[in-house]
């Protein structure tokens, strides 16, 4: 991954405003960066063109949208919230489970949660587990997935997961084009392979 230079916040004011796109991590700290241009202004100056600041979430959602109009990423035809995200895995979960005829789940919401969780943290970190390392809850949890992502692809649905790679692979293949030149990223401490 490439060095990062870093900015201070002072210096955010000085970048090309209609070429700078502002990452953060959430809308509290898109709202404290505002802030902090607002109250920069010299006195007397009421207005100052401002660079467009946004949650990555939020970024990535107008971008899936835009794919819209690209026949190698068309998105699916809704988007999960997270709560539909959570039903969804329950519902792989208990398809799985069924027909195992195993031992039952005490928590299915927790599992389907934590299921949720790691499905993001596996493609966020690129993470691969190797056959040795891999243990029967591992394997359990790879036949969630397999049932959860079958369910997206039958009913046509996204979850943010999935519409976050599909986004990626537009923006690598040239598909996509953001409209600026600079890339702030505030409020971050680490970046994932997927993002980095």
Do not use: K
């Not at 699916?76 to 959570?86: I, K």
């Not at 190797?130 to 591992?138: H, I, T």
């Not at 976050?164 to 971050?188: D, E, I, K």
Request: hydrophobic fraction near 40%; glycine fraction near 6%; proline fraction near 4%.
């Amino acid at each position: 991954m490439q060095e990062i230079p870093y900015l201070q916040m002072h210096e955010l004011g000085e970048c090309e405003s209609t070429q700078t796109l502002i990452l953060t991590v959430n809308n509290r700290f898109a709202r404290r960066i505002l802030e902090t241009l607002q109250r920069s202004l010299p006195a007397g100056q009421r207005t100052m063109e401002v660079p467009e600041i946004m949650p990555v979430g939020a970024w990535l959602r107008q971008l899936a949208d835009e794919l819209c109009f690209s026949e190698a990423f068309t998105p699916a035809a809704h988007v999960l919230d997270s709560f539909g995200c959570h039903y969804a895995w329950e519902e792989a979960i208990r398809h799985v489970e069924a027909a195992a005829e195993g031992e039952g789940l005490l928590d299915m919401r927790q599992a389907a949660a934590l299921a949720s969780e790691a499905d993001g943290l596996l493609d966020d970190w690129d993470i691969e587990v190797v056959e040795a390392e891999q243990s029967s809850d591992y394997e359990r949890f790879l036949r969630w997935r397999e049932r959860y992502h079958h369910h997206l692809e039958e009913f046509d649905l996204d979850d943010a997961n999935r519409s976050a790679n599909r986004v990626l692979q537009a923006l690598q293949a040239g598909a996509l084009r953001p409209p600026f030149s600079t890339l702030v990223l505030a409020g971050f401490h680490e970046l994932s392979p997927r993002f980095g």
